[in-house]
Nanobody, 114 residues
Framework: QVQLVESGGGLVQPGGSLRLSCAAS????????VGWGRQVPGQQRELVAT???????DYADSVKGRFTISRDNAKNTVYLQMNSLKPEDTAVYYC????????WGQGTQVTVSS
């Protein structure tokens, strides 16, 4: 059974940074595509950052240039470095393994506010 556990969320001022981590309990982690999604109440969850097992990455326009997804296959861990945070980045952030029809973590709250 796949288990994804996110950490690193919290309250940060506009312009600040946070680093989210996601520890995956799964075999052959390196073969999976990974990603981070976010959701605010009343809206659909959106994928904001994705990474293939080959190392390619892609980002939603809303976070491009500010967020960076990375992975450490030796630790079965995915990261999301978030810089220059804006109030509109406030959401619950979810780790993803295997694409939209794959596996999701339980989420971690990120609040950007002064």
């Amino acid at each position: 059974q796949v288990q994804l556990v996110e950490s690193g969320g919290g309250l940060v001022q506009p312009g600040g940074s946070l680093r989210l981590s996601c520890a995956a309990s799964v075999r052959f982690f390196s073969t999976y595509a990974v990603g981070w999604g976010r959701q605010v109440p009343g809206q659909q969850r959106e994928l904001v950052a994705t990474g293939t097992n080959g190392g390619s990455t892609d980002y939603a326009d809303s976070v491009k240039g500010r967020f960076t997804i990375s992975r450490d296959n030796a630790k079965n861990t995915v990261y999301l470095q978030m810089n220059s945070l804006k109030p509109e980045d406030t959401a619950v952030y979810y780790c993803n393994l295997g694409g939209l029809r794959g596996h999701w973590g339980q989420g971690t709250q990120v609040t950007v506010s002064s």
